[in-house]
């Protein structure tokens, strides 16, 4: 086990962790004491201790929460290292080799810290479901079509900003797990910001924003329009904000929760 690189990780996904840690030197040296051969034995000890401290005791329904998003993180994580890998998918020489690359590990990052986060709160990670990307049949060319892979990559990172945002609810018992979470919300709503902007330059005739317009998908079309439906809401906290701004500005001023039902129906045909 590499405790170095696992400390990184976790700085990367929450880079406020050693606020509650004393610093990144005292976590360090929590590890540093165990020597000799108890070392593999002590090391899930000591990481459960860090992780006590800083996001204190988890319980069934904040593992429940993790669990579920671990399952979306593995899903992102296995389709962009399936991507960076599809010979001549993404143009060579480009841009676009480093942003499905940077994104392919962030994904794999948040994949280890929500394992290593389960594991310490005394839950068991949900183990890797098997996946077909092709959504039976519906994406046939999802590794071999550069347009289609960003659609479907699209399509994820939308719909993953919505389902963080949807268990906000369940964790708000634990404010540091709830921080750790919107966290990788964020990265991920970085992620569809840039995907959908590596869509738009790619110059197909359609106009494609940064963020959801509306319950528009993008030219992506019905085989998606579940992870879009409910984002043209214009009221928010009570206040039809339509009174201030336009129909379409109102709906791109906010993600809208999607239910964990919900994600389970859009992934589903994702999972073998």
Do not use: C
């Not at 966290?183 to 359609?206: F, K, L």
């Not at 998606?224 to 043209?232: I, M, N, R």
């Not at 339509?242 to 129906?265: I, N, Y």
Request: glycine share 8%; no cysteine; proline share 4%.
């Amino acid at each position: 086990m590499n405790i170095h690189k696992l400390i990184t990780d976790i700085e990367k996904v929450d880079p406020e962790v050693y606020e509650r840690l004393d610093s990144r030197r005292s976590a360090v040296s929590q590890f540093a004491k165990i020597g000799g051969k108890l070392a593999l034995a002590a090391v899930p000890l000591a990481l459960g201790g860090m992780f006590k401290k800083a996001y204190g005791q988890g319980n069934s329904t904040i593992v429940g929460v993790l669990n579920f998003a671990l399952t979306l993180e593995y899903l992102e994580a296995e389709f962009y290292t399936r991507g960076a890998a599809a010979p001549a998918l993404v143009p060579v020489g480009t841009p676009a080799v480093g942003a499905i690359n940077t994104i392919r590990d962030h994904e794999n990052q948040h994949v280890n810290f929500l394992k290593t986060a389960i594991s310490s709160l005394g839950g068991t990670a949900v183990a890797k479901p098997t996946f077909d990307f092709t959504a039976r049949g519906t994406f046939p060319t999802v590794f071999t079509n550069y347009d289609v892979f960003l659609a479907v990559a699209q399509t994820f990172e939308d719909t993953g900003v919505r389902a963080y945002k949807g268990q906000a609810g369940a964790l708000i018992s634990n404010n540091d797990v709830l921080t750790a979470a919107l966290q990788i919300h964020s990265v991920e709503a970085r992620h569809a910001s840039h995907i959908r902007q590596m869509r738009q330059a790619r110059n197909t005739g359609i106009s494609i924003k940064p963020w959801i317009t509306g319950k528009d998908t993008g030219g992506i079309g019905s085989n998606v329009q579940a992870s879009y439906d409910g984002e043209e809401i214009t009221t928010q906290a009570g206040v039809n904000i339509l009174s201030f701004v336009s129909a379409s500005a109102a709906s791109e001023s906010f993600d809208e929760p999607l239910s964990r039902s919900a994600v389970e129906t859009i992934v589903a045909p994702f999972i073998v």
